[in-house]
């Protein structure tokens, strides 16, 4: 069993910055594919970005690539990931999920299927 623990979300005005993180703990050893989703009330979940395992590869939305920025931590055997967002719009208003992919092999990392464990989300608002 995997667990997932966002932080960082909160109440921002347009054009603002957040930085969001996300820890997972409770599975020995590896690391693993990580990706940030994020769901407005009565939407669907959507993709917003993705880390492969090393760090090496990353995946944006359309709607946030140049302004949303994925990353994580190269230390061995760990399984943080930080979504910085900048120039933030009324739009990206949503609660925001982390979830890492534990199992079978890496597809388009953009399908929330595809993902294994799931954090409980962070609620980002932005002002206009």
């Known amino acids: 069993q995997v667990q997932l623990l966002e932080s960082g979300g909160g109440l921002v005005q347009a054009g603002g910055s957040l930085r969001l993180s996300c820890v997972a703990s409770?599975?020995?050893?590896?690391?693993?594919?990580m990706g940030w989703f994020r769901q407005a009330p009565g939407t669907e979940r959507d993709f917003v970005a993705a880390?492969?395992?090393?760090?090496?590869?990353?995946?944006?939305a359309d709607s946030v690539k140049g302004r949303f920025t994925i990353s994580r931590d190269a230390v061995k055997d760990t399984n943080t990931v930080y979504l910085q967002m900048n120039s933030l719009k009324p739009e990206d208003t949503a609660t925001y999920y982390c979830?890492?992919?534990?199992?079978?092999?890496?597809?388009?990392?953009?399908?929330?299927?595809?993902?294994?464990?799931w954090g409980q989300g962070t609620q980002v608002t932005v002002s206009s």
């Open positions: 409770g599975r020995p050893g590896g690391r693993y594919p």
């Open positions: 979830a890492v992919k534990v199992y079978g092999p890496t597809a388009t990392m953009r399908a929330p299927n595809e993902y294994d464990y």
């Open positions: 880390v492969s395992w090393n760090g090496d590869n990353t995946y944006y």
